[in-house]
């Protein structure tokens, strides 16, 4: 019969109870990393100062930043504020200011294993109703992606369940990136696409390590690369609108996904 783009993980995809808690305990660094960064940012901090807090976290807990070095990539940690989609690169001139919007990723490697997560933050007291809204909607996006991938159910699924949800705030949904199979690598198969079709894309099989990291677009869906980012990472809007993401590290059970980094 008609395929209609699914497929089937390999074995190596399916993880053993083994390497499933080896990426658990990569996955609790990598959320202490990030909840340390939620204790000590603040207004006036600048982002060079996040990527040190990272930096000093991994070597007191005997962690390796998966992003130092990553293909040409020059810090250990990706900030990346408002319009800046994803792939931020943390520098002294970037002061964070009353208001601002932040996505802080982070990918840990403890003992070869690759945990990665990230969080938004508001930096000082508030922002503007409309950037909280979109905050908001985008971990909303990641809760419901998560409770859409089933066991036995396609990657598909989570795409379709956040563009149904994301369409009701009319925000755009990133698809030049998505989320990705990480653990004993740090971007692996299968894509997770975060605007699909139902029953399209990999077969969700128990033992699957996962990202979901929908970056969800105030306004335009397209972004493109920074023409002042010498090394070329940084996504930022084509509007200039803000952007936001939330990211967690998962693993496929017989029962749904369990969360293995915040
Ligand atoms: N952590 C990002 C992700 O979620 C990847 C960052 S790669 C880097 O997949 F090189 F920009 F750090
Ligand atoms: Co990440
Ligand atoms: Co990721």
Not at 53 to 74: R, S, T, V, W
Not at 98 to 109: K, M
Not at 190 to 205: I, K, N
Request: with cysteine; glycine share 10%; net charge negative.
């Amino acid at each position: 019969g008609e395929n209609k783009g699914k497929s089937v993980p390999t074995r190596d995809l399916i993880l053993t109870d083994e390497q499933i808690e080896g990426v658990r305990r990569s996955g609790v660094v990598n959320t202490g990393v990030l909840d340390e960064v939620a204790r000590q940012i603040h207004p006036g901090m600048n982002t060079q100062e996040i990527d040190d807090i990272c930096m000093q976290y991994c070597k007191d807990h005997n962690a390796i930043p998966a992003c130092l070095n990553y293909e040409g990539f020059p810090k250990s940690v990706c900030t990346s504020i408002n319009e800046v989609v994803c792939h931020g690169i943390p520098k002294e001139s970037d002061v964070l200011e009353e208001g601002d919007i932040v996505n802080v990723d982070f990918t840990t490697i403890v003992d070869g294993y690759y945990a990665d997560a990230s969080r938004m933050f508001i930096i000082g007291e508030k922002t503007t109703p409309e950037k909280e809204q979109l905050v908001r909607v985008a971990k909303e996006c990641l809760e419901i992606g998560m409770e859409a991938a089933k066991p036995y159910g396609f990657v598909g699924d989570i795409g379709h369940a956040i563009k149904k949800h994301c369409k009701k705030y009319h925000y755009g949904i990133v698809t030049d990136l998505c989320g990705h199979g990480v653990g004993l690598k740090f971007h692996e198969e299968p894509e997770v696409l975060h605007d699909a079709y139902r029953g399209t894309g990999m077969l969700l099989v128990p033992g699957m390590v996962f990202t979901i990291e929908p970056m969800i677009n105030m306004g335009s869906p397209k972004v493109f690369i920074d023409a002042d980012d010498e090394y070329g990472w940084e996504v930022i809007t084509e509007d200039e609108l803000p952007s936001a993401q939330w990211e967690h590290t998962l693993v496929m059970t017989e029962h749904g996904v369990e969360i293995l980094s915040y």
